[in-house]
T-cell receptor, first 111, second 115 residues
Framework: ETGVTQTPRHLVMGMTNKKSLKCEQH?????MYWYKQSAKKPLELMFV???????ENNSVPSRFSPECPNSSHLFLHLHTLQPEDSALYLC??????????FGDGTRLSIL | AQSVTQLDSQVPVFEEAPVELRCNYS??????LFWYVQYPNQGLQLLLK??????LVKGINGFEAEFNKSQTSFHLRKPSVHISDTAEYFC?????????????FGKGTKLSVKP
């Protein structure tokens, strides 16, 4: 039990579909993050939320849309994705300047 | 801007042998340093961190790392590895200023421990 839960663990979708990834943290942290992990590439930070406010958007295409309704929940809404978007999407949370805790990720495959 | 280089993409080693996974970083400002481990089908787990103080840092599972400012390195070591240490290891840095949210990761080193 990592304290950060991601659902679903696996997702296969077509390029025209709309789906959402969910992340929930039970650690009382005030910051949440989305990362993309592709084969043979460093982890890429996508979005950062502090106290529900987005503080970082690393030039992520608009087909990825984050939502943070409260400090415990983070969503990543997906629409009209491309094959190169197939990857492991990791969620993390942290408290102030403490290290991040990661979920087990959602393995996304785009057909 | 910061960058992290993990010099070895794969490191095969026999059980009970020592191992060193190398990490070098580049930064114009002072940084905090971290090592994370990722087991198959799981997320990243913090192994250890260097924030300040003693340059030799001990982490979980018998791992340790030494911060060398002059060589801008933060190599990870374990004197005797187990099969269960087979995983991918990531070095990461974040600048002192700002939150620890802005982690910059290396590409990772896959450690494969053979019996």
């Amino acid at each position: 039990e990592t304290g950060v839960t991601q659902t679903p663990r696996h997702l296969v979708m077509g390029m025209t579909n709309k789906k959402s990834l969910k992340c929930e943290q039970h650690l009382g942290h005030n910051a949440m993050y989305w990362y993309k992990q592709s084969a043979k590439k460093p982890l890429e930070l996508m979005f950062v939320y502090n106290f529900k406010e987005q503080t970082e958007n690393n030039s992520v295409p608009s087909r990825f849309s984050p939502e943070c309704p409260n400090s415990s929940h983070l969503f990543l809404h997906l629409h009209t994705l491309q094959p190169e978007d197939s990857a492991l999407y990791l969620c993390a949370s942290s408290q102030s300047n403490q290290p991040q805790h990661f979920g087990d990720g959602t393995r996304l495959s785009i057909l | 801007a910061q960058s992290v280089t993990q010099l070895d993409s794969q490191v095969p080693v026999f059980e009970e042998a020592p191992v060193e996974l190398r990490c070098n970083y580049s930064s114009s400002v002072s940084v905090y340093l971290f090592w994370y481990v990722q087991y198959p089908n799981q997320g990243l787990q913090l192994l250890l961190k260097y924030l300040s103080g003693s340059t030799l840092v001990k982490g979980i599972n018998g791992f340790e790392a030494e911060f060398n400012k002059s060589q801008t390195s933060f190599h990870l070591r374990k004197p005797s590895v187990h099969i269960s240490d087979t995983a991918e290891y990531f070095c990461a840095v974040t600048p002192h200023r700002g939150s620890q949210g802005n982690l910059i990761f290396g590409k990772g080193t896959k450690l494969s421990v053979k019996p």
